[in-house]
T-cell receptor, first 116, second 116 residues
Framework: ETGVTQTPRHLVMGMTNKKSLKCEQH?????MYWYKQSAKKPLELMFV???????ENNSVPSRFSPECPNSSHLFLHLHTLQPEDSALYLC???????????????FGPGTRLTVL | AQKVTQAQTEISVVEKEDVTLDCVYE???????LFWYKQPPSGELVFLIR??????QNEISGRYSWNFQKSTSSFNFTITASQVVDSAVYFC?????????????FGKGTRLSVIA
């Protein structure tokens, strides 16, 4: 595998379900990101992990819970979602320098989530 | 705060026509980076170009070219002799080093349809 991979590619879940999205990067990067892309909104940054430490949480509801066990893997745990959470969830990775200068972000193919 | 505006929501052209996608950005920082990404129907955001604020030289890559003008805060993208495979949503984005909370700010995207 190369680049950034995401599983599953499609997910349908009920509001009471618990599911997890997985992202894996094979680029040797030290930062990973979760974005949400809804039909009528621009790409929204949800979480940023740098060196496995969460450095950004953009007022995301607690029903979304990220986890970064190592620099190559990122999870998004989902619990008690709402229909308005239906969207494309994109994972990205980049190499963050010590000065905080963000290099190019490379994206995975996304998980298309539908909440019934 | 940073902002990216892509005023063209949708563009439709006939194959072999040239097309320019507009991008206007706002930032008070003197050091920043501009990006273009392509999102085909499959969903993955494909990186096209990264340009820093100190390099105003235009760039050409095959049928793609980019015109960066700091005087008008624009970073426009031109596809020459468009092809059906160019049909996608194109996003312009801005990144400011050490911006902390928002590493990458996206525009709303321009949907390009190339008709055979």
């Amino acid at each position: 595998e190369t680049g950034v991979t995401q599983t599953p590619r499609h997910l349908v879940m009920g509001m009471t379900n618990k599911k997890s999205l997985k992202c894996e990067q094979h680029l040797g990067h030290n930062a990973m990101y979760w974005y949400k892309q809804s039909a009528k909104k621009p790409l929204e940054l949800m979480f940023v992990y740098s060196l496995e430490e969460r450095v950004e949480n953009n007022s995301v509801p607690s029903r979304f819970s990220p986890e970064c066990p190592n620099s190559s893997h990122l999870f998004l745990h989902l619990h008690t979602l709402q229909p308005e959470d239906s969207a494309l969830y994109l994972c990205a990775s980049s190499q963050l320098s010590k000065t905080g200068d963000t290099d190019t972000q490379y994206f995975g193919p996304g998980t298309r989530l539908t909440v019934l | 705060a940073q902002k990216v505006t892509q005023a063209q929501t949708e563009i439709s052209v006939v194959e072999k026509e040239d097309v320019t996608l507009d991008c206007v950005y706002e930032t008070r920082d003197t050091t920043y980076y501009l990006f273009w990404y392509k999102q085909p129907p499959s969903g993955e955001l494909v990186f096209l170009i990264r340009r820093n604020s100190f390099d105003e030289q235009n760039e050409i890559s095959g049928r793609y070219s980019w015109n960066f003008q700091k005087s008008t805060s624009s970073f426009n993208f031109t596809i020459t002799a468009s092809q059906v495979v160019d049909s996608a949503v194109y996003f312009c984005a801005l990144s400011v080093p050490n911006s902390g909370n928002t590493p990458l700010v996206f525009g709303k995207g321009t949907r390009l349809s190339v008709i055979a």
